[in-house]
């Protein structure tokens, strides 16, 4: 299992599952998470044979999971155990890994997360400026998460809200 930063580039294109998170991580929290996820992946296995797969904290606020499934695929029994340790961690920490209604956002270098509803709203009425970065949290692939995770408003999802 790969944690540790690398400046090799990747050239398959593993699945990626994101959870993000409604706020930053605590020191402590980002050290048990890491903890937990280093713990399970290690064993993580699908009817029987073992998962090559990593994770990485990113932006302090989303938990980044890739599998190469070149070499075995993910099935459901092996995702149902990883959300059992997402839902453990998310209930520990109150994390919200699990709202799919929020936007989070890079505001003057800052993350910043608002329910969804909120966050229409404030692009609808100018308070917030389209001069912002839009996560994706769709990014299902690591050479997609790598090139479309942040995009600059215009080019995000969210240049459709009118």
Known sequence: M??????IVETSDYRVIIYPASRPFTAKESKTIA?????FLGDWAAHGK??????KIEK??????CVDEEKEAASGCSIDALGKVMRE???????????RMKASFIENGEV?????????NKIRSGELSKDIEVFDFSKNTYLDF???FIQP????????IS
């Open 112 to 120: 910043k997360t608002l329910r969804l509803i909120d966050f229409k």
């Open 35 to 39: 903890e937990k996820l280093y713990d």
């Open 50 to 55: 073992e998962l090559s797969s990593s994770f």
């Open 146 to 148: 790598l090139s479309h």
């Open 89 to 99: 961690l998310d209930s520990e920490f109150d994390l919200g890994l699990f709202d």
């Open 2 to 7: 790969k944690i540790e930063e690398s400046n």
């Open 60 to 65: 302090n606020q989303f938990i980044i999971i």
């Open 153 to 160: 408003f215009s080019r995000s999802w969210a240049s459709s």
